[in-house]
């Protein structure tokens, strides 16, 4: 899709203007009942787009991505438009600079269209943590969109935005995308720079995005991966061709992993059916499907619920009520009081629960116990990874056990919540790079998503075997009701 737009720009078929103008309308027209927004730059995006506009009058050559209108998840700081992270801590806080991967689009001359919904600083996996307002699911506007990034799953699904930038921390990217029948990719860790993402679980943060194509998710990729100063974690190697990878995929020869233990009893079986069906068509193809085993992946979820309520116990420390938004220092006593009265106005249950399970882990006396056993398991799962990618070179898995469910359904039970999170954790631990791309409907009509994780830096195969996937089928091009 995007290619098609950038075609039409260039061939002068639409202004920027206009396309950005299209988008608004559908904005206007859809996100009163599917309120993915928390704030949209109607201004700023068109002012942006005529800039882009006159570049094309005068002929000067622009990128891909010049002008396709995308949403930001409200989690990623972006100069003089505030970010929010969907806390009321942060109600009013404008961020004096842009996040690396803004500043990345901004010289490709995007367009944002706003800034999107999320669970509080990303907490959760449904939007119904945001302090603001739960997103619906444009497929049944009585589900939940998937979370935490789900305003930008959202809006892409329903047309929103041409794409959405998410993070993923621990599935934020690939379980709404998997909700909302659109693409949604998590690079490697260190492959796109973490500067301006406002940190939850600093050693799984990565920036992402939803797309409505493969080949979109190259081209979004593309403008993304690189090493950054501001970000010590980035990786100094080089970049390849993504899009090279999406032009004319290949199967033949391909290895296919099948871990038994993401295939587990209790998990929808229509979901079952639509992800091994997808691994059978691919394996007809020519790709060569194997069994095996990843025996840690079984503790993912609860080392996961350690590793990320330290890092956020330790992340949330910064909102003091004194350096960044909310602040109650003109009603308080002493500093402690500052403290207390700003967090407790400010901070919602979610992010005060993981602030709590984490200050809890870190402690002395129970360090040992929580926080490092944690890591320990964390090692055996990096290492369960590294020797099945001896074997195959990706794996095949369902992105979520079920299909979106019903707003409220799970919101009163963080442990249902939590294990949401099953088939998702495993790779953020690890740092690995995952696709979700749809793979089927339930008999309900709701999206399912297939997940496919790639070894370190294996963004080239994921991109490849999606690509190829993608080509089989219609399942992208379906569009939900509301559309
Ligand atoms: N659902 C997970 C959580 O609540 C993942 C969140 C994320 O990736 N930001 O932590």
Sequence with gaps: MIKELHNKLETKQISTVELARQYLAQIDKLDPRVRAYLKVTSDLALKQASMIDKKIASGEEVSVLAGIPAAVKDIIATAGVTTTAASRILENYVPPFDATVIKQLKAKDFVMLGKTNLDEFAHGASTENSSFWPTHNPWDLERVPGGSSGGSAAAVSAGMAAYALGTDTGGSIRQPASFCGIVGFKPTYGRCSRYGLLAMTSSTDVPGFFTSSVEDAAIVLAALAGVDPRDATTLPVSVPDYLKAVRDPKIKGLRIGLPQEYFIPGMDREVEQAVRKAITDLERQGAVVKEVSLPYSKYGVAVYYVVTPSEVSSNLG?????????????????????????????????????????????????????????????????????????????????????????????????????????????????????ISIPCGFTSKKLPIGMQIIGPQLGEEKILEAAAFYEGLTDWHKTKPPIS
């Excluded at 960044?324 to 002493?334: I, M, P």
């Excluded at 116990?369 to 794996?395: C, G, M, N, P, T």
Aim: proline share 5%; aromatic share 14%; glycine share 8%.
């Design 318 to 434: 910064r909102y003091d009520g004194i350096r960044y938004g909310l602040s109650y220092h003109d009603q308080a006593d002493n500093l402690f009081d500052v403290y207390q009265k700003t967090r407790g106005a400010g901070f919602g249950p979610e992010a005060k629960r993981r602030i709590m399970i984490g200050t809890f882990a870190l402690s002395s006396g129970y360090y040992d116990a929580y926080y490092k056993k944690a890591q320990q398991v964390r090692s055996l799962i990096i290492r369960d990874f590294e020797h099945v990618f001896a074997e195959v070179d990706v794996l095949m898995v369902p992105t979520s056990p079920g299909a979106a469910f019903k707003i409220g359904e799970k919101a009163n039970d963080p442990l249902a919540m939590y294990l949401e999170d099953v088939f998702l954790v495993p790779a953020s631990l690890a740092g690995l790079p995952a």
